[in-house]
């Protein structure tokens, strides 16, 4: 009997080493996760205002077109 409760506690040891070890594996991957979470983010905020600034240049050469049209 002894010998099956020691067998279980190593056992138990030993899964509970494999669960720390995969908890470790799992924040690792969540850390880069996050990491390319945030890249991604900064280039689409990156990419959205450099959009928001071309469509504006192209709207001030037509303000332009059109004021020099009328002159």
């Given at each position: 009997?002894?010998?099956?409760?020691?067998?279980?506690?190593?056992?138990?040891?030993?899964?509970?080493e494999h669960v720390q070890q995969r908890q470790v594996f799992l924040t690792d991957k969540m850390v880069d996760e996050k990491v390319w979470q945030n890249a991604r983010?900064?280039?689409?905020?990156?990419?959205?205002?450099?959009?928001?600034?071309?469509?504006?240049?192209?709207?001030?050469e037509i303000a332009l077109r059109r004021a020099s049209a009328r002159r």
């Open positions: 009997m002894d010998d099956r409760i020691r067998q279980q506690r190593q056992g138990v040891r030993a899964a509970e983010s900064k280039s689409l905020q990156k990419y959205r205002q450099e959009a928001l600034i071309r469509e504006q240049n192209e709207l001030d």
